[in-house]
């Protein structure tokens, strides 16, 4: 989502298929699964490309303008921890050994920026720690940075110049080491990498799967045949990985795509507005959402921001 808004749209993948995905979608609600929407408005500014987490019994929202906590889904309040890696379509939070680490701090845009290898850590929600100013972290930006192993990782990436194909990982968010240059998939950037059932899945347009996340094999190279999407965000829940808020072919859509061996996907009909870069994380058996944005393709020029907060649960 962050590359693709930011650079109208450069990160589409080219892809040959061999997935498959159901061709007419059905409601969420049939059969096991029910969407209910929690709130109209969060508190928080209409926004796009922010995070949620669920930490330490609480469902938190890491947004530009701040933080906003609840225990239960429904009831928000601010904290007063502020945005500390400041742009957020650039760099990512990453939930981390029960704490949140904010890993650099990038300001500006795609054409002029300034990056500070610095690393934040939150254990109590309520202040940052910084805890190196001059770590090792590669200086580069849109990767989705993911915990396995007991070490943060980062696969890809790019700077103003170049984007990478390569490994690097840290037992502790400052020191960091490459551990593969040339890795299968190529360079890449915006990928996003989730752990299902002990196996690694990096997505894409297309699948990848990993036991150790250094060997890769590829699943599919079309996770929906004919078809390139980006700007979803990748969850587990219920043992399946769900993409949630997916551009297809250049149109958003409020579909979500669900599949458990990242090879067959299933399509289904969610009751929220079409947008992507959506904040998403699971919490007390449910998945929330909120955030996204729409827009800025031919049919629909002008962008719409979302807020809303909707939960999904089994039935």
Same mark, same amino acid.
Request: charged share 20%.
């Given at each position: 989502?962050?590359?693709?808004?930011?650079?109208?749209?450069?990160?589409?993948?080219?892809?040959?298929?061999?997935?498959?995905?159901?061709?007419?979608?059905?409601?969420?609600?049939?059969?096991?699964?029910?969407?209910?929407?929690?709130?109209?408005?969060?508190?928080?500014?209409?926004?796009?490309?922010?995070?949620?987490?669920?930490?330490?019994?609480?469902?938190?929202?890491?947004?530009?303008?701040?933080?906003?906590?609840?225990?239960?889904?429904?009831?928000?309040?601010?904290?007063?921890?502020?945005?500390?890696?400041?742009?957020?379509?650039?760099?990512?939070?990453?939930?981390?050994?029960?704490?949140?680490?904010?890993?650099?701090?990038?300001?500006?845009?795609?054409?002029?920026?300034?990056?500070?290898?610095?690393?934040?850590?939150?254990?109590?929600?309520?202040?940052?720690?910084?805890?190196?100013?001059?770590?090792?972290?590669?200086? $580069?930006?849109?990767?989705?940075?993911? &915990? %396995?192993?007991? !070490?943060?990782? #980062?696969? *890809? @990436?790019?700077?103003?110049? =170049?984007?990478?194909?390569?490994?690097?990982?840290?037992?502790?968010?400052?020191?960091?080491?490459?551990?593969?240059?040339?890795?299968?998939?190529?360079?890449?950037?915006?990928?996003?990498?989730?752990?299902?059932?002990?196996?690694?899945?990096?997505?894409?347009?297309?699948?990848?799967?990993?036991?150790?996340?250094?060997?890769?094999?590829?699943?599919?190279?079309?996770?929906?045949?004919?078809?390139?999407?980006?700007?979803?965000?990748?969850?587990?829940?219920?043992?399946?990985?769900?993409?949630?808020?997916?551009?297809?072919?250049?149109?958003?859509?409020?579909?979500?795509?669900?599949?458990?061996?990242?090879?067959?996907?299933?399509?289904?009909?969610?009751?929220?507005?079409? $947008?992507?870069?959506?904040?998403?994380? &699971? %919490?007390?058996? !449910?998945?929330? #959402?909120? *955030? @996204?944005?729409?827009?800025? =393709?031919?049919?629909?020029?002008?962008?719409?921001?979302?807020?809303?907060?909707?939960?999904?649960?089994?039935?």
């Amino acid at each position: 989502m962050k590359r693709s808004f930011v650079t109208l749209l450069a990160v589409l993948i080219t892809a040959c298929s061999n997935a498959s995905v159901s061709s007419n979608a059905q409601p969420v609600a049939a059969g096991q699964y029910a969407w209910s929407k929690v709130a109209d408005q969060g508190p928080w500014r209409k926004n796009y490309n922010f995070q949620m987490f669920a930490v330490g019994g609480r469902l938190i929202v890491l947004h530009p303008d701040g933080t906003w906590e609840t225990a239960d889904g429904k009831v928000w309040a601010r904290s007063p921890l502020t945005n500390v890696i400041d742009n957020q379509a650039f760099l990512d939070y990453v939930l981390f050994r029960g704490a949140v680490f904010g890993l650099g701090h990038l300001s500006g845009n795609i054409e002029r920026f300034t990056f500070k290898p610095e690393i934040y850590r939150t254990t109590d929600l309520k202040k940052w720690e910084t805890i190196s100013n001059k770590s090792n972290i590669p200086r $580069r930006f849109f990767y989705r940075p993911f &915990v %396995f192993a007991d !070490k943060i990782w #980062i696969i *890809g @990436g790019e700077d103003r110049q =170049t984007k990478y194909g390569d490994i690097w990982n840290s037992p502790d968010g400052i020191n960091w080491t490459k551990q593969r240059e040339n890795a299968p998939f190529g360079p890449r950037s915006g990928s996003q990498v989730v752990e299902l059932d002990g196996k690694l899945y990096l997505l894409n347009n297309d699948v990848w799967s990993s036991a150790d996340g250094l060997n890769w094999e590829k699943v599919t190279s079309e996770i929906v045949k004919g078809e390139e999407i980006f700007g979803y965000t990748a969850v587990i829940f219920d043992k399946k990985i769900w993409l949630l808020g997916c551009n297809r072919n250049g149109r958003f859509s409020s579909q979500v795509l669900v599949s458990s061996d990242g090879k067959n996907w299933e399509a289904k009909d969610a009751p929220w507005s079409p $947008r992507g870069g959506i904040a998403a994380a &699971v %919490f007390q058996n !449910k998945l929330f #959402i909120t *955030g @996204g944005k729409y827009g800025g =393709t031919p049919n629909h020029v002008d962008f719409v921001y979302s807020n809303d907060v909707w939960a999904l649960e089994q039935r």
